[in-house]
């Protein structure tokens, strides 16, 4: 009955976007900016930080995707701007990594992801991939 509303009386459409910027505030963007160049800092300035790390030998990786197509959902004007389409990432729920995984390597990889987000987002082009 509500959809009937909005979509008849407001003129408005349902689009569906994997990934909302309603989610993020202000606050938690320029939280997230100042974390990731704390860590840029200290990789930088500190060239023993790599090795205190400690490895390991079989690494179980999870992640949650809170958001199924039915909740990412969003009511939108005619006039609004239609939402970029979020890269397909193949979903996995668990990776299950055999070889000999170093987290000094999955820091690493991770120090560059997120200097390449705080690029982006230095830059405007804020996305999360």
Same mark, same amino acid.
């Given at each position: 009955?509500?959809?009937?509303?909005?979509?008849?009386?407001?003129?408005?459409?349902?689009?569906?976007?994997?990934?909302?910027l309603?989610l993020?505030?202000?606050k938690q963007?320029? @939280?997230?900016v100042?974390v990731? /160049?704390? $860590?840029? !800092?200290d990789?930088?300035?500190d060239?023993? &930080?790599?090795?205190?790390?400690?490895?390991?030998?079989?690494?179980?990786?999870?992640f949650?995707d809170?958001e199924?197509?039915?909740?990412?959902?969003?009511?939108?004007s005619?006039?609004?701007a239609r939402?970029?389409?979020?890269? @397909?990432?193949?979903?996995?729920? /668990?990776? $299950?990594? !055999?070889n000999?995984?170093?987290?000094?390597? &999955?820091?690493?990889?991770?120090?560059f992801?997120?200097?390449?987000?705080?690029?982006?987002?230095?830059?405007?082009?804020?996305?999360?991939v």
């Amino acid at each position: 009955m509500c959809r009937f509303i909005l979509k008849d009386d407001f003129n408005m459409r349902r689009i569906f976007a994997r990934f909302a910027l309603r989610l993020v505030s202000d606050k938690q963007k320029q @939280q997230s900016v100042f974390v990731r /160049q704390q $860590l840029l !800092d200290d990789a930088q300035n500190d060239q023993n &930080l790599l090795s205190r790390v400690i490895t390991r030998q079989k690494t179980s990786v999870y992640f949650y995707d809170p958001e199924t197509k039915q909740q990412s959902h969003l009511w939108e004007s005619p006039s609004a701007a239609r939402p970029k389409k979020a890269r @397909q990432v193949q979903a996995q729920h /668990q990776k $299950l990594v !055999d070889n000999i995984v170093t987290v000094r390597l &999955l820091f690493i990889t991770n120090l560059f992801f997120w200097a390449r987000q705080l690029t982006s987002i230095a830059t405007g082009r804020f996305s999360i991939v």
